[in-house]
């Protein structure tokens, strides 16, 4: 069983910077996608970064420019860099990885806050 968990959360002001991390319990060679969502309280879960086996990452465009997910393979962690964080930036942040066999796996989450 894979497990993902998240470190990195916090209380930030507008404008501010955090780094999230997500430690796999495996290899990142097993996973074909690992990606970064959030869900703000009464909305539903959405994607904010992803990259693939490749090496290609993704973005939406409400946070491309400000969020660059990456990851270091020894490790087994990939990481999301957010900067200039907005007050809309506030929700629990989730590494999710998706296998070949399209098998999906999740982490805790980690909260971010964004406030003055």
């Known amino acids: 069983q894979v497990q993902l968990v998240e470190s990195g959360g916090g209380l930030v002001q507008p404008g501010g910077s955090l780094r999230l991390s997500c430690a796999a319990s495996?290899?990142?060679?097993?996973?074909?996608?690992m990606a970064w969502y959030r869900q703000a309280p009464g909305k539903e879960r959405e994607l904010v970064a992803k990259i693939t086996s490749g090496g290609t990452p993704n973005y939406p465009d409400s946070v491309k420019g400000r969020f660059t997910i990456s990851r270091d393979r020894p490790k087994n962690t990939v990481y999301l860099q957010m900067n200039n964080l907005k007050f809309e930036d506030t929700a629990v942040y989730y590494c999710?990885?998706?296998?070949?066999?399209?098998?999906?796996?999740w982490g805790q989450g980690t909260q971010v806050t964004v406030s003055s």
């Open positions: 999710n990885a998706m296998t070949s066999a399209v098998s999906s796996y």
């Open positions: 495996s290899s990142l060679l097993s996973f074909v996608i």
